[in-house]
Every structure is written in structure tokens, then in C-alpha cells.
């Protein structure tokens, strides 16, 4: 993971897959994740920046809103509820399979 410590970026876009980023300042950026390896992002400043996911990220997305629409929901919100620990859970246990 390469670290970016104190750096500022302007009007540019940066990938976030496989980064960390601590204390850096973000001003008018595109900030692009391709469901890669999750950034770190603590102790940052984003200032009229955006998010994209784009690749394995956005079909991850489009999956997910599938799920969720045909009957998914419940499995869609547990998964995401437990998201917020240190790990992320392979699958939610209680979870209709």
C-alpha cells in the first residue's frame, strides 16, 4: 500500500485502490475506486471533490441494487450494517441464502 502523508491534490483524479491517505487535502477531485484493495482515508480534507466507482466497484454496486429490488433487501441491509467492524464479513449469518 503506498502512503500518501500531508500531500495535496488539486483538480485531478486519483485512484484510490491500494492507497493510504493520511492528512492530505483534496480540492476539486475526482476520486476514483475500482474495487481494488480499500483505501485507507483517515485525517483527510475534501473540498468540492466527487466519488466514482468504475469497474469491479460499480458492478458490485449494480449487483447489490439488484438483490435489494428482487427480494434481497434484508440480506443487502444486514451485510451493510455489519461493514462497520474492522473486517468486512464474507457473508451476514442469519442471512436468507
Known amino acids: 500500500m503506498t502512503l500518501h502523508f ?3 491534490f ?3 483524479d486519483v485512484e484510490l485502490d491500494g492507497q493510504d491517505f493520511d492528512a492530505c487535502t483534496f480540492v476539486n477531485c475526482t476520486l476514483v475506486y475500482r474495487g481494488g484493495d480499500p483505501p485507507r482515508l ?4 475534501f ?3 466527487q466519488f466514482e466507482l468504475r469497474d469491479a466497484a460499480l458492478r458490485t454496486l449494480a449487483f ?6 428482487c427480494g434481497g433487501a434484508d440480506w443487502v441491509d444486514m451485510w451493510f450494517s455489519l ?5 468486512l464479513p ?3 449469518e442469519g442471512a436468507q441464502q
Open 64 to 69: 447489490f441494487r439488484e438483490l435489494y429490488v
Open 6 to 8: 500531508g500531500e495535496r
Open 90 to 92: 464474507s457473508s451476514p
Open 42 to 45: 483517515p485525517n483527510n480534507m
Open 83 to 87: 461493514c462497520q467492524g474492522p473486517e
Open 47 to 49: 473540498v468540492s471533490c
Open 10 to 12: 488539486d483538480s485531478q
